[in-house]
């Protein structure tokens, strides 16, 4: 895909200069769209245009670009320009001030904002899912033959992929002498795990973060199995097959799907939304009272055959000095390189690099000493020591840049796509099949719960 594009659409060329990117923030309703602006980025201008049809969404929106041009340490100095009106995405379409748009917030008309954004050559950045069912799926795949087409890109926020450890795991798994290939797995030892726990109740820019009541709609915001799972079908291709494009009709199968609630009352959620009582658009989905949230999803599934189990649970609130957690393998021929988070690791991200049965850790240490040898050079001050298993790596401090700051370094990134006038090869496909995963797995979840399928192995 090409900005680089003659035609009427979009006739503009990046080149990487200051303040060339012109942001447009569509009706901003999660706080992941104020994450994009928490640090300045040179290539950005300072005025950020904003269109929305106002509310406490956009309040809560513009409190936290104040917050960020307000604070003591290294404020920034966003201008907010704002439109506020039922006709705001039309209004942006006519108006286009800028040549970027934004978009993070509720999921319902998400994907059709992308479509109709990037037919008018509007290069489109948007945070995670921008899909939540399968119409939204096959919308998608409309909206890159759109942007093909008009010389624009689009783009998905894949934070986790600036996680130092999800780095360095993708980087020893191509490292044959030490990793060996990556193994078939089964489904009950699966190939590749990527598990997460998030918490409902939780802190964002050292306030507790306050969620707008329709998030807990699965009309709206989408199920957990097409919402983190995003993330997690994102690690599974990015990280075991780097540089490779898959093609869903070929690479994938659906093996097995399950969802589940977690079940909020009225007290918990009053905490989370500062709503005293449910809205009327939950009250057919309560049950004695309370809401049973369906932020809980798993499934199997195999990439070009390797089993792959993925895997989110939300709880209401993290345990004491703990938080969000990430669990994640990639099972070699040689040895398996394990992500824990838990509190034997004070609730850090922390890689593991344990040799498999019959191959012992004398006959791995050259290669494993050579592969972080190799990591050292990017990486100063990381270290290993023995563990249980085989090995514990020790990342410094100074690498683990938080969750926050990792939406900034996703934006760079896409903005030096725009310089290039395209993204990766396989970015695209493997964005088609990451949503065919998520989109699918709810549909066999459902679908398994009816009765009218079963597993699909």
């Known amino acids: 895909m090409s900005n680089k594009n003659t035609g009427d659409q979009n006739t503009e060329s990046f080149t990487g200069n200051p303040n060339e990117i012109r942001l447009m923030t569509l009706d901003p309703a999660h706080f992941h769209a104020a994450l994009v602006q928490k640090h300045p980025i040179p290539q950005v201008d300072s005025t950020v245009y904003i269109y929305s049809p106002g509310g406490p969404d956009l309040d809560m929106h513009l409190e936290r670009i104040e917050g960020f041009n307000s604070r003591d340490k290294n404020p920034t100095d966003w201008t907010c320009k704002v439109y506020k009106g039922d006709d705001f995405l039309e209004r942006m379409l006519r108006e286009k001030p800028g040549n970027v748009m934004v978009t993070a917030g509720n999921n319902r008309k998400k994907t059709e904002y992308i479509k109709q954004t990037v037919a008018e050559g509007i290069n489109v950045l948007s945070d995670k899912p921008m899909v939540i069912d399968r119409e939204g799926w096959e919308l998608l795949v409309e909206a890159f033959e759109l942007a093909e087409e008009n010389g624009v890109l689009l783009y998905d926020i894949m934070t986790e992929r600036k996680e130092v450890t999800t780095r360095i795991q993708r980087r020893l798994a191509q490292r044959e002498e030490l990793f060996g290939e990556l193994v078939a797995g089964t489904i009950d030892k699966p190939a590749i795990v990527q598990q997460n726990t998030h918490h409902l109740l939780k802190s964002v820019s050292g306030q507790t973060l306050r969620r707008p009541p329709w998030y807990f709609d699965v009309n709206q915001q989408g199920e957990g199995i097409v919402d983190i799972n995003t993330h997690l079908a994102d690690l599974a291709l990015w990280g075991a097959f780097p540089g490779e494009s898959f093609d869903y009709r070929e690479d994938v199968q659906m093996l097995q799907a399950e969802r589940s609630p977690t079940v909020l009352s009225p007290e918990q959620f009053e905490k989370i939304t500062g709503e005293t009582e449910f809205p ?5 989905q309560l049950v004695d009272g309370k809401l049973p949230y369906y932020c809980n999803g798993e499934m199997l599934i195999t990439l070009r055959g390797h089993h792959t189990k993925i895997s989110a649970q939300w709880n209401y609130q993290a345990p004491s000095g703990g938080g969000d957690t990430h669990y994640s393998v990639f099972r070699g021929t040689r040895c398996n390189l394990v992500i824990r988070q838990g509190p034997e690791q004070e609730f850090k991200s922390t890689l593991y690099v344990e040799p498999v049965e019959g191959i012992g850790q004398s006959t791995l240490q050259p290669a494993f000493d050579e592969a972080v040898a190799d990591l050292e050079k990017d990486y100063p001050g990381l270290s290993y020591q023995p563990s249980p298993e085989g090995w514990k790596l020790t990342v410094p401090d ?41 989109t699918q797995a709810r549909e066999l979840a459902r679908a398994t719960e009816d009765g009218y399928k079963t597993d699909q192995r």
């Open 280 to 284: 009327d658009y939950l009250q057919d």
């Open 398 to 438: 100074s690498f683990y840049l938080g969750h926050e700051a990792h939406f900034g370094k996703v934006a760079e990134d896409f903005f030096s796509y725009l310089v290039d006038g395209q993204l990766p090869a396989w970015e695209v496909p493997n964005m088609i099949t990451k949503y065919y995963i998520t």
